[in-house]
């Protein structure tokens, strides 16, 4: 039997070139689709400050940054300055950016300055010979004016035995530009309560430039006994 083959013609050199264009077509707008979608994804320029960002502007008196509003999560760095026995903090950040008459004053417009503004307020609370007229200034004048006067009485007097008092921690409770409530601990280190510890409640607003303490309205500072620094943030140089 006779059996008859067919030879295969190739395809033509114009169809391939032809099926190459259309590939190399579809894969370039593949890539420019994913390049515009990139951009999309990327984020723009940010309108906000970055988190923990502080203003370089200023509020206080003597012209501390605003800084940082974020209530702190861990005690601000400071320079412990021992004074009748207990440490003080001390910034060039936070303040106290003067002292008049033994008196701390000038403290940044933020939580931190708060809290170091309530701290040598505490301090300077405990100095007998810390001018009156001065402290009597560090009062908010707004709220309980009179009751200034009976918290200054709880001064030690002049050739009282001093006993020193550490801050171990603090918990700021509620804090607004132009107020704020927080707690310092306080550590006895000597004397018969040695040891101990205890929580006092100070509150302050903002005014004059500075932060001020504002009176108890009792005339006395709340405080509570403690055994634990749980929900406290730990801070002190003692």
């Known amino acids: 039997m006779h059996m008859k083959y067919e030879k295969r013609r190739d395809r033509p050199h114009s169809v391939i070139a032809a099926v190459l264009v259309v590939v190399v077509v579809v894969v370039l707008v593949a890539i420019v689709l994913l390049l515009a979608l990139d951009r999309d994804d990327a984020p723009g320029p940010s309108t906000?400050?970055?988190?923990?960002?502080?203003?370089?502007?200023?509020?206080?008196?003597?012209?501390?940054?605003?800084?940082?509003?974020t209530v702190p999560a861990r005690g601000p760095e400071a320079t412990w300055i021992v004074q009748d026995g207990s440490p003080v903090p001390s910034s060039p950040v936070f303040g106290p950016g003067k002292r008049v008459g033994g008196v701390a004053q000038c403290f940044g417009h933020n939580p931190s300055g708060a809290l170091f503004a309530a701290a040598n307020f505490t301090a300077d609370l405990m100095r007998a010979d810390a001018d009156k007229t001065q402290l009597l200034a560090r009062f908010f004048t707004d709220e309980n004016k009179d009751l200034a006067q009976q918290s200054l009485e709880q001064r030690p007097s002049s050739g009282s035995p001093s006993y020193g008092l550490a801050i171990e921690a603090f918990r700021i409770n509620d804090y607004t530009p132009q107020r704020t409530t927080l707690e310092l601990v306080f550590r006895s280190t000597e004397g018969p309560n040695a040891g101990q510890r205890a929580a006092t409640t100070v509150t302050l607003g903002w005014e004059g430039a500075d932060w001020r303490v504002v009176a108890p309205a009792t005339g006395k500072y709340a405080t509570t006994a403690l055994t634990s620094l749980t929900g406290y943030t730990t801070w002190g140089g003692g």
């Open 48 to 69: 906000n400050p970055e988190p923990g960002a502080g203003s370089q502007t200023s509020s206080s008196v003597c012209g501390l940054a605003d800084g940082d509003q």
